[in-house]
């Protein structure tokens, strides 16, 4: 079967994951954005995870797909 689910979703979690990451440096000095999260920039640190997730997938789609030519 030739559908890999990993694609789409590395490159949905790699976009919005820099989109998060790219809002939370350019907020990082405005404190009451984050005085709820006790001063925590969520914005960052979810978008860096999300962004590593996504490129996690993407690597093992290009992983998989490179194993399958061969």
């Known amino acids: 079967m030739g559908i890999d689910i990993k694609f789409p979703i590395g490159l949905m979690f790699g976009i919005l994951g820099l989109l998060l990451t790219c809002f939370g440096i350019f907020t990082n000095s405005d404190v009451a954005l984050y005085s709820r999260s006790l001063g925590i920039n969520i914005n960052l640190w979810s978008g860096l995870g999300m ?20």
């Open 51 to 70: 962004l590593f997730f996504g490129l996690l997938m993407l690597v093992l789609a290009f992983r998989t797909q490179k194993s399958k030519k061969s």
